[in-house]
């Protein structure tokens, strides 16, 4: 007894290989679950036709019985095969032919961003925070989850699934879904390269200015507070930041703008940036816009001074703060 054929005319015999082992490994859980020795119903496929067929083994099968379990467990076979093997391909069509992008390094680079939207970036979940993995593992059960009971309830009532023709017409929701993430990525790729963009300009300015001072320290305070102190450890009085550089940065950037625009007036040949905090995105913006002139540094005499007398000072509300000369 045929209890369902399921087609994909625009794939490959590997494509068929895989769609087949997401249903046998369906089916099994079925058999397991039911407490089985035999298979009350089995798959072929049919490579010629690019079909596989799903029969049920009579009598030993009991369509009211063993029938809804079945359509349940191929229903989020079929779900886990569109998004593990489709979904890349539904993105890139939505990026081509809504977002009228044609260049292929562009097309992948979107498709990266939207994995990484979907996904995750690539780093293990030790690395990442629980709360997010758990939220991004919860939104793909709820996904899959759609997915699959739109094609639970059309299993049950038809024989044949053609899922090319399902995955087009059928899944209104989930194209919604997919055509908002790539939005998204859109958005943020736009802006990324806007800002690596700028980022390039800055360091052509950086490359274009004359050494004015032979070295620099900059002692990160803590947040957005900087203390700039010349070679010998003085402070540095504050110069007015170049005219151009200045309005760049105040369109473009937030807390780092005052030093990156004071750094690049006073044009110094090396930079060290005594901080406690290095993992800071404002860390690796200034490595970025003044490349192999700037060294951080946590641990030399100067750092554990400062740091230890911050320390001390917290410690110690009612003690004097001596007044310095704080780039906000």
Not at 100 to 126: F, K, R
Not at 130 to 144: F, G, K, T
Not at 274 to 300: A, D, G, K, S
Request: aromatic share 8%; charged share 25%; with cysteine.
């Amino acid at each position: 007894m045929e209890l369902f054929t399921v087609s994909l005319h625009s794939a490959s015999h590997e494509a068929i290989d895989r769609l087949h082992r997401y249903l046998s490994e369906a089916i099994v859980d079925v058999h397991s679950a039911a407490d089985t020795n035999s298979a009350a119903a089995f798959l072929r496929p049919d490579y010629a036709g690019m079909t596989i067929l799903c029969q049920a083994d009579l009598p030993k099968f009991q369509l009211a019985q063993d029938g809804p379990p079945i359509y349940r467990q191929a229903a989020a076979a079929c779900a886990r095969y569109i998004l593990g093997e489709l979904e890349p391909m539904l993105l890139k069509a939505i990026i081509r032919k809504q977002f009228h992008y044609e260049d292929a390094a562009e097309i992948e680079a979107l498709s990266t961003y939207c994995h990484n939207i979907l996904y995750g970036t690539g780093i293990s979940a030790q690395q990442e925070e629980d709360n997010a993995v758990e939220m991004r593992h919860s939104d793909m059960e709820r996904r899959l989850g759609k997915v699959a009971d739109e094609l639970e309830q059309f299993l049950s009532g038809n024989t044949r699934l053609h899922l090319d023709g399902f995955v087009s017409f059928r899944l209104a929701a989930y194209w919604q879904e997919l055509k908002d993430v790539v939005a998204y990525a859109v958005d943020e790729y736009v802006m990324d390269k806007q800002y690596q963009e700028f980022i390039s300009l800055l360091k052509y300015f950086v490359r274009m200015q004359e050494v004015k001072l032979p070295i620099v320290h900059v002692l990160h305070v803590g947040g957005s507070e900087f203390v700039l102190y010349d070679q010998q450890f003085q402070l540095l009085d504050t110069v007015p930041a170049d005219r151009i550089v200045a309005e760049m940065l105040e369109s473009e950037m937030n807390m780092e703008d005052m030093i990156v625009s004071t750094l690049i007036t006073v044009s110094p040949q090396q930079i060290v940036i005594h901080t406690r905090q290095p993992e800071l995105p404002v860390m690796r913006t200034l490595e970025t816009i003044f490349e192999q002139r700037v060294r951080l540094c946590c641990t030399c005499g100067q750092c554990s001074l400062h740091f230890e007398e911050s320390d001390a000072a917290l410690a110690e509300p009612a003690a004097e703060t001596r007044i310095r000369n704080v780039i906000p």
